[in-house]
């Protein structure tokens, strides 16, 4: 691509096949395959994100394993609820 030459009074840079390095057609080229791999490279990474992230909504336990707080506290709360309604709907028909 460059040639180099040392003088007395500095460092020759020469810039060697220019034309060719210059072409349009040469990048185009280039330029769509470099498109095409960042392209596959995306993808891979939305892929392997996606299999990180797929995790059950927070209201679903894995079978077998412990409950968490969180999870305990919302179903004790739709309890309480359905036994407020219960209660209330018991009232009206009173």
């Known amino acids: 691509m460059i040639e180099t030459r040392r003088t ?3 460092l020759i ?3 060697c096949q220019y034309e060719f390095y ?3 057609a040469r990048y185009g080229r280039r330029a769509a395959e470099t498109a095409q791999t960042a392209a ?3 993808d891979r990474q939305e892929e392997k994100k996606a ?3 797929k995790v059950l909504p927070s209201h ?3 079978a077998g394993s412990p409950k968490t707080f969180a999870e305990m506290g919302r179903e004790r709360a739709a309890a309480a ?3 407020a309604q219960e209660e209330f709907l018991a009232d009206e028909q009173a």
């Open 22 to 24: 210059q072409d349009p």
């Open 60 to 62: 679903h336990s894995v």
């Open 81 to 83: 609820l359905a036994q």
């Open 8 to 10: 007395t009074r500095g």
């Open 13 to 15: 840079i020469t810039i």
């Open 40 to 42: 596959t490279q995306r």
């Open 51 to 53: 299999k990180k992230e």
